[in-house]
């Protein structure tokens, strides 16, 4: 054990604060030598990453009410 | 005011629909997310005057109705901002060692991360595991990866350390991780 070596905890939270380019030069060598040799903190980097960016165009087909819609209208009328 | 630009007699039919569907996966409400299409456009009407056409009116539209989901948050995170637990639902996703427990670690999930993702049933999925965060950890994600603010204005708006912030994000992280493995990954 050496201040090298990082739990899988460690590692997978290293992966977010990396995303943001916030790692210190320890935390860089740590992650990568961590990530060299644990293939599931791999997948989870590429997941975490991929539904993460995913999230961004989060869109859920709704549609309003026709009497929401009168509702607005009347709203910005009354302006 | 620059009549030719602006439509607001339009607004509603033309943007409505459009704004909400916007709004509902990132508030989770539906109340909630008609009343800020509602303040959106009364926002919009008091300041047409100042609306030069450097955007589209849709574009400046969604501009404003942004404000108002960080607002929400904002206001919300006086409510819900608390000590961070000890004990969070995502510790036993690793053992003593703190490494994977067989149960919990990440599985293949055998599609192309780098194709283009239509799939309506990764939202709908991503959206339930979502609600099912805590609270504070919801508005983190929603801030960060829904509408792109960097860390240091999140930790502002939440009134929220750095610390805290990537305790939440990574706990986050690790409970939709799963939650997308078991509910859409194994649909």
Known sequence: MNFLNISCKKATYLVSKKEANKLSWLEKLQLRGHLAICSLCRKFEIQSKWFSEHAHHAHIDAILSPESKEKMQSVLKDQ | MNQTLLNPDKWVDRYADALYSYTLPRVNDAALAEDLVQETFLSAWKAREGFKGEASEKSWLFT????KIIDHYRKKAKDIVQPLADKDPSDRFFDEAEHWTPDDKPGDWGIDYSAALDNKDFYRVLEA????????QQSVFVMKYMEDLDAAEICKALGI???NYWVLIHRAKLQLRTCLEKNWINL
């Open chain 2, 64 to 67: 404003i109705l942004k404000n």
């Open chain 2, 129 to 136: 595991c979502k609600n099912k965060l805590q609270q504070i």
């Open chain 2, 161 to 163: 350390t750095a610390s």
